[in-house]
């Protein structure tokens, strides 16, 4: 079985920073890209960072220069520092990871329960 827990998220007043984490656990046989998204109430989940097994990222336009995603493959762990916050970016925060599960041989995404973030003006 695999899981994603993430950690970090939190109330900020607007220009803070947060840095979010996402560890993933169980029957890992190998993690390919992993990401972060978000859902704002009354919105689709959209894409907020990506990190690719080969290390290049890739940014939604809004957070490109004020947010950060790093990874750690020793800990199977992705981070995403998020600085210059502003209201706009509340929203629960999902990590995601494209995983092949060692106790099926199946390759798939696998999603975190999500953390909640939210910026004060």
């Known amino acids: 079985q695999v899981r994603l827990v993430e950690s970090g998220g939190g109330l900020v007043e607007a220009g803070g920073s947060l840095r979010l984490s996402c560890a993933a656990s169980g029957s890992i046989l190998s993690i390919n890209a992993m990401g972060w998204h978000r859902q704002a109430p009354g919105k689709q989940r959209e894409l907020v960072a990506l990190f690719s097994r080969s290390g290049s990222t890739n940014y939604a336009d809004s957070v490109t220069g004020r947010f950060n995603i790093s990874r750690d493959n020793a800990k199977r762990t992705v981070y995403l520092q998020m600085n210059s916050l502003k209201p706009g970016n509340t929203a629960v925060y999902y990590c995601?990871?494209?995983?092949?599960?060692?106790?099926?041989?199946?390759?798939?995404?696998?999603w975190g329960q999500g953390t909640q973030v939210t910026v004060s003006s």
């Open positions: 995601n990871a494209d995983i092949y599960d060692s106790s099926t041989y199946h390759r798939r995404t696998y």
